[in-house]
């Protein structure tokens, strides 16, 4: 099945650091990615939508130039969480799908704890 | 009302009984229906997709009824493995996935 690779799995930082985060997919070419972010005991929100060579349209609510996103190539987006707080402690979770029909696949997710 | 709901739970089943869940959706025009289960502290993982014409695998069995604008998910015999929460996944118009906020299951020997 469709693999994608997310990395890394866990980050603690200092708060105003700012982090990284990639999201691949493997074994196919991805034409949207989207970045989610899950707090304990709550649903996964939606925080963007990412196509490859295009601007990434962001949810209400979460702020562009606080969570950059760039989808450089049909196999890679990152995730850039810029001078990050205690309050952006989270799982962060990308997934992609190559086609529009396609079920969406997930990666591994990354747990962020800002200290 | 929103885009797409599910019964929170959770649901307290013995191994070996039948359960079933509903998600009920808003958008008539959604085209694409989707169920994943999630472990605690784990990613979503696609457990089926759901076509109109209903679709099975293994203990497992997924229906959609768009007349009424929902999607079910039957799991026979269940296992102390099937405990997790189960995401229905609905793909309307636009092409973007919007999540219901999960049934939580859990199965007690």
């Known amino acids: 099945g469709a693999v994608v690779s997310q990395h890394p799995s866990r980050v603690i930082c200092k708060s105003g650091t700012s982090v990284k985060i990639e999201c691949r997919s493997l074994d196919f070419q991805a034409t949207t990615m989207f970045w989610y972010r899950q707090f304990p005991k709550q649903s996964l929100m939606l925080m963007a939508t990412?196509?490859?060579?295009?601007?990434?349209?962001?949810e209400q609510g979460v702020e562009k130039d606080k969570f950059l996103i760039n989808h450089a190539s049909l196999t890679l987006s990152t995730l850039t969480v810029t001078s990050a707080h205690p309050e952006d402690s989270s799982f962060y979770i990308c997934?992609?799908?190559?086609?529009?029909?396609?079920?969406?696949?997930f990666g591994d997710g990354t747990r962020l704890s800002i200290l | 009302r929103k885009e797409v709901e599910q019964d929170p739970g959770p649901f307290n089943v013995p191994e070996g009984a039948t359960v079933a869940f509903n998600c009920t959706y808003s958008?008539?025009?959604?085209?694409?229906f989707f169920w994943y289960r999630q472990d605690c502290r784990k990613e979503p993982k696609l457990l089926m997709s759901v076509y109109s014409s209903g679709n099975e695998d293994g203990r497992f069995t997924a229906q959609l009824n768009r007349a009424s604008q929902y999607i079910s998910l039957l799991i026979r015999d269940s296992k102390l493995s099937d405990s997790a929460t189960y995401l229905c996944v609905v793909t309307g118009g636009s092409y973007i996935p919007t999540f219901g906020r999960g049934t939580s299951l859990i199965v007690h020997p």
């Open positions: 997934s992609a799908k190559d086609r529009v029909d396609q079920p969406q696949h």
């Open positions: 958008n008539s025009a959604s085209q694409s």
């Open positions: 990412s196509n490859e060579g295009s601007k990434a349209t962001y």
